[in-house]
């Protein structure tokens, strides 16, 4: 009897965490190279030469913690993207990166994010990952509220976009975004500058999804079903979080060591200095 329930309680839980890609997705482009998999609890894209494959999220979501998992393109990656990223509509849209830049064999990934609001990006900011992302499956978040939109890696923080409307910067905060992925071919850009191609011969390129979670506030004909900003609050922690101490330690670890190149520090590119966003608070 309470085995059963155990196994019950079990159940009940991994159902609620565990998101369905049949359910929460569509596949947007690449025909049968985008499949979904494992009754929707797996999902590949792949990348040949003729075409990509993508997907999207049925929803579209504002504010939320949204978790997937990622195992990128094994072996020589070299010119292949792997992007993962959520994105409102239009000219001003509002879209928060991942990019996962693919790379010789045992050369490191570049992890490129990106904040754009009302239409404008230029935030550069990328990584090297302190692990083999080809190796694993590992976790990639993004937490979106009112006051901050943290990137993590394997709940680590590796980037804080604060909030700073008090200075003029424009933050995503009216336009639901959906989650989109893709695997492409950028090998114009996207390795060692684009010096190293693609090399077809190891194609198909291959990259899997799964463990999706969004504890999101969904946007739906106009309205949000997060009732309202003050009781939001009360049942969801991401609503409120910021990066405590804890947090703020392991995030300049992640910073120090393993940040390659970061927009607020390019003096040559902002002679006269960098954007309202980068002096800290
Ligand atoms: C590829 O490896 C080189 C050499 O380690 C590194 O400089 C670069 O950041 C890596 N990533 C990309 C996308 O080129």
């Known amino acids: 009897m309470a085995l059963s329930l155990l196994l019950l309680v079990c159940s009940l839980m991994a159902s609620a965490s565990a998101g369905n890609f049949d359910q929460d997705f569509q596949i947007t482009w690449g025909d049968e190279r985008a499949k979904i998999l494992e009754n929707g609890q797996l999902l590949t894209l792949s990348l040949d030469k003729p075409s990509g494959s993508g997907f999207q999220s049925k929803n579209e979501y504002l504010f939320g ?40 064999s045992g050369d490191p990934y570049t992890l490129h ?13 990328q990584f090297h990952l302190w692990f083999d992302p080809t190796k694993d499956f590992h976790t990639y978040s993004i937490l979106w509220n009112p006051k901050h939109i943290i990137f993590m890696v394997d709940g680590i923080p590796i980037r804080d976009f604060k909030n700073m409307e008090s200075r003029g910067v424009a933050f995503p905060r009216n336009q639901p975004m959906r989650i ?3 695997l492409w071919n950028a090998d114009d850009w996207a390795t060692q500058g684009g010096r190293i191609k693609t090399d077809w011969t190891n194609a198909p390129f291959t990259a899997s999804y799964r463990n999706f979670n969004a504890d999101a506030c969904i946007w739906s004909s106009g309205t949000s079903n997060c009732p309202s900003t003050s009781t939001a609050s009360a049942s969801s922690d991401w609503w409120n979080q910021e990066l405590d101490s804890t947090s703020q330690e392991r995030m300049r670890w992640v910073q120090t060591n393993y940040m390659i ?21």
Not at 115 to 124: D, L, P, W, Y
């Open 65 to 104: 913690k949204i978790d997937m998992q990622l195992k990128l393109v094994p072996g020589n990656s070299a010119g292949t993207v792997t992007a993962y990223y959520l994105s409102s509509q239009g000219p001003t849209h509002d879209e928060i990166d991942f990019e996962f830049l693919g790379n010789l």
């Open 113 to 125: 994010t990106n904040v754009f609001s009302q239409g404008k990006g230029n935030r550069e900011m």
């Open 180 to 182: 989109y992925s893709s």
């Open 261 to 281: 190149y970061n927009y607020c520090a390019d003096l040559k590119r902002f002679p006269q200095g960098p954007p309202p966003e980068c002096s800290a608070a």
